[in-house]
């Protein structure tokens, strides 16, 4: 089954199913063509398509309608697809996935398969991010923005930075407690939020583990500084962020209510979260997971890689 979120990305779809199709049926996959037009419909499908005995899901769309199948497809042995066409495609960029729906049918063409690690907090399952504070106030706000895409997430980030007032959290992380007063607690599967913005750059997808990312609050300079290092990939350098690996946590802020994000789609938690890892629940199209990241090399790389694929678009016909 491919499923097709037509409004993912800023970037037009026109014509795109009919073309995935006709490749995706040129590399000897039987595919059924479905769309989603309301929250909640990828995972309908997906649920669909185990159903009636599919071997793989596709999904092209962003980390929302990904996480949406994924959630699914969790345990049943039934391969995903990612054709990333949304705005941060944080899971497949930490696969090693083309950021070009054309490349990465080569992937999924492949057929060659990992086991990946899946997050849950408080029985919602995250692939890439579950977070609490500043990165969850920013998911919210992108959430209510007519445009998508960098640009405009980078415009909400400068919007809250100033305004953003830290909160106290108290941790339990595999039975060890204690209290931060934090500019953003992070739960990560995977390395990056989306867009090369990495958060947890030494995270695996497979190794059983989530990364438990802290950035403590302290003055502009030292929060300029984190927001640096997380683009530069220079995360664990950073004596202002704390990372613990962890199964699985307890996080309780002094609020009864308070924002979070799983994958970047915003929701509110209701008094304290439990998060844990559940291992090797996902089967994904992919080569290899583990990829090394060299600060500030990787990123740029990646950056350069991007400015080529949106180049070549221009000219593809």
């Known amino acids: ?37 309301a929250k909640g419909d990828a995972t309908r499908l997906a649920n ?20 949406e199948a994924a959630c699914a497809l ?11 066409s949304g705005s941060g495609n944080g899971l497949a960029r930490h696969l090693g996935i083309p950021i070009d729906e054309m490349l990465s049918l080569d992937v999924i063409g492949a057929r060659e398969s990992i086991e990946c690690d899946c997050g849950i907090a408080n029985g919602k399952l995250f692939f890439c991010t579950f977070g ?11 959430a209510t923005e007519k445009r998508r ?7 909400n980030v400068m919007e809250e930075f100033g305004k953003y007032e830290p909160t106290t959290y108290t941790i339990t992380a595999d039975g060890q407690t ?29 190794d059983g583990q989530l990364d438990l990312v802290i950035i403590e609050s302290g003055n502009v300079l ?54 844990r890892c559940l291992p090797k629940r996902l089967k994904v ?12 090399i990787t990123p740029i790389d990646l950056t350069l890689r991007d400015w080529g694929i949106a180049i070549g678009k221009l000219f593809r016909p």
Not at 181 to 189: E, K, M, P, Q
């Open 222 to 275: 030292q929060m300029l500084l984190a927001g640096f290092d997380i683009i530069s990939g220079m995360v664990p350098y950073n004596n202002h962020i704390e990372t613990l690996r962890v199964k699985e946590v307890k996080i309780q802020p002094d609020c009864a209510s308070s924002y979070a994000h799983i994958d970047g789609e915003p929701l509110k938690m209701d008094g304290a979260v439990d998060v």
């Open 149 to 155: 895409g960098r640009m405009t997430y980078i415009k």
């Open 74 to 84: 969790c345990g049943t042995g039934v391969t995903l697809g990612i054709i990333p």
């Open 178 to 206: 204690f209290t931060r007063n934090a500019f953003l607690v992070a739960c990560c599967n995977a390395s990056q939020y989306g867009n090369n913005a990495f958060i947890a750059p030494e995270a695996s997808i497979t």
């Open 48 to 67: 669909e398509a185990v159903a009636r005995g599919f071997g793989s899901v596709t999904v092209c769309g962003g980390d929302g309608t990904v996480n």
């Open 285 to 296: 199209f992919a080569h290899d997971s583990n990829k090394q990241i060299t600060p500030f």
């Open 1 to 37: 089954m491919l499923i097709v979120n037509p409004i993912s990305g800023v970037n037009s779809k026109e014509g795109l199913s009919d073309i995935l199709v006709e490749k995706l049926t040129a590399k000897g996959f039987d595919v059924k063509l479905a769309f989603t037009g």
């Open 132 to 142: 609490m504070g500043f990165d969850a106030t920013v998911s919210w706000k992108f």
